[in-house]
T-cell receptor, first 112, second 115 residues
């Protein structure tokens, strides 16, 4: 049972345009959500997070939106740059609970 | 600060052989994790350790054992490797980020092939 789903395995975007990566979850106990970025042959690195008490969190070019009623979150990258080309993982956990559940990842390609 | 280090980077085993993957962190984190990454499956939790002296099973613990040697080190052992354990293994440690979110710091991974 996949509790965190990323239904788009890949996404291609032109440099300078907006990239939108989507993530859905089924477990209503999740109250913290994170995005990680992974380059080939490297470990994932933390990008941005949001707690369930917010619906938006922004950090530079990266913004995460949370729609609790739809159990959906999205990561917006504006403007997209070739260095953003990577696999992006959505993750979620409950407060105080040690386990973090990851999605299957979306491979973003930003075309120069 | 080296962050999270893993050894070895690559390993090829024959079915039935055993090996231990090593992980160490120098960030004074209490919690440490082992994940495996397979194509189309994302990152799946094998075992985790909430603090020194404790370990717990994750989603896919069968065929693995772990040891939390001290606060810095968390090792993963394959007692009798199987081809289904061919994967990339990541170790991670965790700190509290802003407002209670768990930011995990990952090592560079160990690419394991079992023939």
């Amino acid at each position: 049972d996949q509790q965190v789903k990323q239904n788009s395995p890949s996404l291609s975007v032109q440099e300078g345009r907006i990239s939108i990566l989507n993530c859905d979850y089924t477990n209503s106990m999740f109250d913290y959500f994170l995005w990680y970025k992974k380059y080939p042959a490297e470990g994932p690195t933390f990008l941005i997070s949001i707690s369930s008490i917010k619906d938006k969190n922004e950090d530079g070019r990266f913004t995460v939106f949370l729609n609790k009623s739809a159990k959906h979150l999205s990561l917006h990258i504006v403007p997209s740059q070739p260095g953003d080309s990577a696999v992006y993982f959505c993750a979620a956990h409950s407060g105080g609970y040690q386990k973090v559940t990851f999605g299957t990842g979306t491979k973003l390609q930003v075309i120069p | 600060n080296a962050g999270v280090t893993q050894t070895p980077k690559f390993q090829v085993l024959k079915t039935g052989q055993s090996m231990t993957l090593q992980c160490a962190q120098d960030m004074n984190h209490n919690s440490m994790y082992w994940y495996r990454q397979d194509p189309g499956m994302g990152l799946r939790l094998i075992y985790y350790s909430a603090s020194e002296g404790t370990t717990d099973k994750g989603e896919v613990p069968n065929g693995y054992n772990v040891s939390r040697l001290n606060k810095r080190e968390f090792s993963l052992r394959l007692e009798s490797a199987a081809p289904s354990q061919t994967s990339v293994y990541f170790c991670a440690s965790r700190t509290f980020g802003l407002a209670g979110v768990y930011e995990q710091y990952f090592g560079p991974g160990t690419r394991l092939t079992v023939t």
